[in-house]
């Protein structure tokens, strides 16, 4: 501290003066209270004091941020997808019991719960993807973070992830004959092999065959990579005969997320048995014949 004058006379005043520093733990307080004693020696007896004090408030501004990403560049279902969380505190008194909520990814790790000003740390967190995520497209997910001041109510502060898919809906249908020989009459077994070979559920699966008519499907929904088989009959007439082959063509059509229908098809050639043979049998009346009959 220094004061203009150090000799002051009866009723005589004088002003002085000193800088102090405000630190961190004066704005957690959210005050500073000061207290200042003066002395001085009279030119006979013992020093004089006198003392004062004040209380200077200091503002507080608790707020907080939070970014948060993931380690996926896309969907794939089963995929462990690792989530972070970069918070920062962002306003000028310290904040405890740092916390984020993922209704998502919980629960979430943080590895300081307690951040001055300015201070961040990083939380983590780990997710699995579903089917259902892959069939919608997307995984978009907001998270919180939270953290006490050292008065007044908690702050929070939230952050949305958007992991966006690459949908890529197919299917695919193998037609097979069974065991021949097949001749007139003959009932001919097929089964339709139908493979979900994209990466998204498929429903309402059906095969349309023009010359079977009715194919019996046991499931009309398919995950990824599911197979069913359905099966069907075809009676070989005496145009298949005469052909010597029966070729047919069967779609099936499946249907997949936004109500998009995705087809595939596939023909198969069946031989018919072919037997040509013909025979004559020559016949005269019976008696007596002349010369010239």
């Known amino acids: 501290m220094t004061c203009d004058e150090i000799v002051l006379a009866p009723g005589g005043a004088t002003t002085c003066s000193g800088d102090y520093v405000v630190t961190q733990a004066d704005i957690d307080a959210g005050n500073r209270r000061n207290q200042a004693t003066v002395a001085a020696t009279p030119p006979q007896g013992q020093p004089v004091t006198g003392f004062d004090e004040i209380d200077t408030a200091i503002p507080q501004s608790a707020a907080l941020t939070v970014n948060k990403q993931s380690s996926a560049a896309t969907l794939l279902a089963g995929a462990v997808v690792e989530f972070t969380f970069d918070v920062t ?77 690459s949908p890529d809906p197919a299917i695919n249908v193998d037609k097979i004959a069974g065991t021949g020989p097949f001749l007139l009459d003959s009932v001919i077994p097929y089964s339709f092999k139908v493979t979900n070979t994209g990466n998204q559920t498929l429903t309402g699966v059906v095969i349309d065959d023009p010359i079977i008519g009715t194919v019996r499907c046991p499931t009309a929904t398919l995950a990824p990579g599911v197979v069913t088989t359905c099966t069907g009959s075809y009676v070989a007439t005496q145009e298949d005969v005469d052909a010597g082959t029966l070729s047919n063509s069967a779609t099936v059509a499946g249907v997949g997320p936004g109500d998009v229908r995705h087809v595939d098809g596939d023909v198969e050639v069946t031989a018919i048995e072919q037997a040509p043979s013909i025979s004559i049998d020559k016949q005269a009346p019976a008696g007596t014949r002349v010369v010239g009959e």
């Open 89 to 165: 505190n962002t306003g000028n008194v310290t904040l405890t019991g740092i916390a984020v909520d993922d209704p998502l990814a919980n629960p979430v790790d943080c590895p300081n719960t307690t951040l001055a000003p300015g201070e961040g740390t990083t939380c983590r967190a780990t997710y699995t993807v579903t089917q259902d995520d892959v069939n919608a497209n997307n995984v978009t997910n907001t998270a919180t973070v939270s953290g006490t001041p050292p008065s007044g109510p908690p702050v929070s502060a939230s952050g949305t992830e958007i992991i966006e898919g």
